[in-house]
């Protein structure tokens, strides 16, 4: 079986994000679709003073609330670059291996990419090739198809010639009431992660859901083994 997932571009995804990527053969960032505010394409959340806090990217929508994820631009008016890179200094410095993430902040730092979604796809992908995760990525903009929700999905498969669609089990309501089992000949699997609890420095007791940015400053390349 030939598997792909497809998900919109995240800000510092959490561990079940790269979970899924690691689970399949294909991955398409859903980067043509529209942006939500204060979603996870523009948030997360880190180990900031002992508790969970936000990381947030300020934004800008050219095209008001119609605006795709693919068109948000970082607000650089606001220091959000440098302040997220403080805070994540500040609360990680220590860890054993802050000092193999520099390739994050680098990505964090380039003020020539303004596109919100580059940003974030950049960082998945570093974050994959660190942890030697083999899927290949792809964009959905990069085809064209004009069509909506679980067509779209379908359709994005056969691009790719994936013959099982593997979705969060989030999507599951709007997948039964589209009937995309009865209407699309291709499997489909729901994806769970749960999540493995590890030794989290900093914190008095575990906190799950943080960005994976937490996982990798304590356990480094060996991060993937809690995938």
Same mark, same amino acid.
């Given at each position: 079986?030939?598997?792909?997932?497809?998900?919109?571009?995240?800000?510092?995804?959490?561990?079940g994000?790269?979970?899924?990527?690691?689970?399949v #053969?294909?991955f398409?960032f859903?980067?043509?679709?529209?942006?939500?505010?204060?979603?996870?394409?523009?948030?997360?959340?880190?180990? !900031? %003073?002992?508790?969970?806090?936000?990381?947030?990217?300020?934004?800008?929508?050219?095209n008001?609330?119609?605006?795709?994820?693919?068109?948000?631009?970082?607000?650089?008016?606001q220091?959000?670059r440098?302040?997220? !890179?403080?805070?994540?200094?500040?609360?990680?410095?220590?860890h054993?291996f802050?000092?193999?993430?520099?390739?994050?902040? #680098?990505?964090?730092? #380039?003020?020539?990419?303004? %596109?919100?979604?580059?940003? %974030?796809?950049?960082?998945? !992908?570093?974050?994959?090739?660190?942890? /030697?995760?083999?899927? !290949? +990525?792809?964009?959905?903009?990069? +085809? #064209?198809?004009?069509? /909506?929700?679980?067509?779209?999905?379908?359709?994005?498969?056969?691009?790719?010639?994936?013959?099982?669609?593997?979705?969060?089990?989030?999507?599951?309501?709007?997948?039964?009431?589209?009937?995309?089992?009865?209407?699309?000949?291709i499997g489909?699997?729901?994806?769970?992660?749960?999540?493995?609890?590890?030794?989290q420095r900093g914190?008095?007791?575990?906190?799950?859901?943080?960005?994976?940015?937490?996982?990798?400053? %304590?356990?480094?390349? /060996?991060?993937?083994?809690?995938?």
């Open positions: 079986m030939t598997k792909c997932a497809i998900m919109q571009p995240t800000y510092l995804p959490w561990v994000y790269f979970s899924l990527i690691q689970y #053969d294909y398409i859903l980067d043509d679709v529209q942006f939500s505010r204060q979603s996870w394409q523009s948030r997360n959340k880190v180990l !900031i %003073n002992g508790v969970s806090g936000w990381l947030s990217v300020p934004v800008l929508r050219p008001g609330l119609k605006t795709s994820i693919n068109q948000v631009l970082v607000d650089d008016n220091k959000w440098e302040n997220h !890179i403080q805070k994540l200094s500040q609360s990680y410095g220590k054993p802050f000092n193999e993430l520099g390739y994050i902040h #680098d990505v964090m730092n #380039d003020y020539s990419n303004l %596109n919100l979604s580059k940003v %974030n796809e950049n960082i998945i !992908i570093k974050i994959s090739n660190y942890l /030697n995760i083999q899927t !290949i +990525f792809f964009h959905s903009s990069s +085809f #064209d198809i004009k069509a /909506n929700r679980s067509e779209k999905l379908y359709l994005l498969c056969q691009e790719v010639k994936a013959d099982t669609y593997v979705s969060p089990p989030g999507s599951k309501e709007y997948l039964d009431e589209d009937e995309f089992e009865a209407l699309y000949p489909l699997e729901y994806f769970c992660h749960s999540q493995k609890p590890y030794a914190a008095r007791e575990f906190i799950e859901k943080l960005s994976i940015y937490d996982l990798l400053a %304590n356990y480094g390349r /060996n991060s993937v083994d809690f995938l």
